[in-house]
């Protein structure tokens, strides 16, 4: 083998080297930057005025007020 078909060798690996870590460093672009998408949160109610169930034999309470945990909860008395 020549020295310009070394040469050729040489580039051409390169090329493919570069080209081949560019596809992988692009297809896992968000495990490079961290980026991520959230989920929504449903935030049910702020206060235990959002719970207001209409009925004045319950006792109506917000759990975790303006949290994506809030829930709304009625008790008997």
Avoid: H, Q, W
């Amino acid at each position: 083998m020549d020295e310009r078909t070394k040469a050729r060798i040489l580039v051409m690996g390169f090329f493919i080297f570069t080209i081949m870590a560019a596809m992988i460093i692009g297809g896992s672009r968000e495990k490079i930057t961290g980026a991520s998408v959230a989920e929504e949160c449903k935030i049910e109610c702020s206060s235990s005025a959002d719970c207001d169930d209409g009925n004045d034999r319950t006792m109506d309470g917000c759990a975790y007020p303006g949290s994506c945990s809030s829930k709304c909860f009625y008790e008997d008395f």
